[in-house]
Nanobody, 122 residues
Framework: QVQLVESGGGSVQAGGSLKLSCVAS????????MAWYRQAPRKEREWVSS???????TYADSVKGRFSISLDVAKKTLYLEMHNLKSEDTAEYLC????????????????WGQGTQVTVSS
């Protein structure tokens, strides 16, 4: 019933900024939490940032001070604002969500988007 679609990726120079969006389809279930991950070629998927339903946010050490996650519940959209981008930030960025209409939140994502590419030129 619910799909997640990322957008906002692109190519930027090091030091530049991008803002990613992840839009959930209509009729979204109550949100337990949402998160951003990234995956570079031939590398394991890396957790970037999370936001809970009470707006508690956490960040990976590699992006602290540079990235900001936010959630617009009315628009059913998750954002990742990225500043001072570095070449090491180059990756496909995916959003994930835990949406549980009938059971308790567990902390495990059960919905994933397809990703949006971010390329940072050094």
């Amino acid at each position: 019933q619910v799909q997640l679609v990322e957008s906002g990726g692109g190519s930027v120079q090091a030091g530049g900024s991008l803002k990613l969006s992840c839009v959930a389809s209509a009729y979204i279930a109550p949100i337990c939490g949402m998160a951003w991950y990234r995956q570079a070629p031939r590398k394991e998927r890396e957790w970037v940032s999370s936001i809970s339903s009470d707006r508690t946010v956490t960040y990976a050490d590699s992006v602290k001070g540079r990235f900001s996650i936010s959630l617009d519940v009315a628009k059913k959209t998750l954002y990742l604002e990225m500043h001072n981008l570095k070449s090491e930030d180059t990756a496909e960025y995916l959003c994930a969500a835990e949406l549980r209409p009938y059971v308790r939140c567990s902390g495990a994502n059960n919905y994933w988007g397809q990703g949006t590419q971010v390329t940072v030129s050094s």
